[in-house]
């Protein structure tokens, strides 16, 4: 679903480091490869997530081509997902024990500082039901 209006300014920052610091095949230590990241809504505010990604550097080793993002990174929010975990949970909450609208649940999340748009909150209800 692509954006057509400009992502928030991220109101917190936070780095996430992959716990696992070796390599699972050749117990040699992972380097750090490459930084990602993510924009994530929360209730808490717009967060920008750095993301620390760690490689094997042994040239023959079978897990040489495999990325070791951070554990605590899935707490977040979904695979490409651009909302918390906990802005799903509220709406999957508010839809099926409370019975609230789409329209509803919008102005609810926008009250609450969070910037979303209507197919948003149906895209993320669905999510829910998944
Ligand atoms: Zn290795």
Same mark, same amino acid.
């Given at each position: 679903?692509? @954006? %057509?209006?400009?992502?928030?300014?991220?109101?917190?920052?936070?780095?996430?480091?992959?716990?696992?610091?070796?390599?699972?095949?050749?117990?040699?230590?992972?380097?750090?490869?490459?930084?990602?990241?993510?924009? %994530?809504?929360?209730?808490?505010?717009?967060?920008?997530?750095?993301?620390?990604?760690?490689?094997?550097?042994?040239?023959?080793?079978?897990?040489?081509? *495999?990325?070791?993002?951070?554990?605590?990174?899935?707490?977040?929010?979904?695979?490409?997902?651009?909302?918390?975990?906990?802005?799903?949970?509220?709406?999957?909450?508010?839809?099926?024990?409370?019975?609230?609208?789409?329209?509803?649940?919008? *102005?609810?999340?926008?009250?609450?500082?969070?910037?979303?748009?209507? @197919?948003?909150?149906?895209?993320?209800?669905?999510?829910?039901?998944?």
């Amino acid at each position: 679903m692509a @954006r %057509v209006t400009p992502r928030p300014e991220a109101t917190h920052n936070r780095i996430l480091i992959p716990l696992k610091e070796r390599c699972e095949q050749c117990d040699q230590p992972l380097s750090v490869s490459n930084h990602g990241h993510r924009s %994530v809504a929360t209730l808490s505010g717009q967060w920008k997530l750095t993301l620390v990604i760690r490689q094997c550097i042994q040239p023959d080793c079978p897990n040489s081509h *495999q990325h070791q993002r951070p554990e605590e990174e899935g707490r977040w929010a979904l695979p490409h997902g651009e909302f918390g975990l906990e802005v799903i949970a509220l709406i999957g909450q508010w839809r099926f024990r409370e019975h609230r609208s789409v329209p509803e649940m919008h *102005q609810a999340l926008q009250a609450r500082g969070v910037s979303i748009v209507l @197919r948003s909150v149906t895209h993320l209800m669905h999510r829910y039901e998944e």
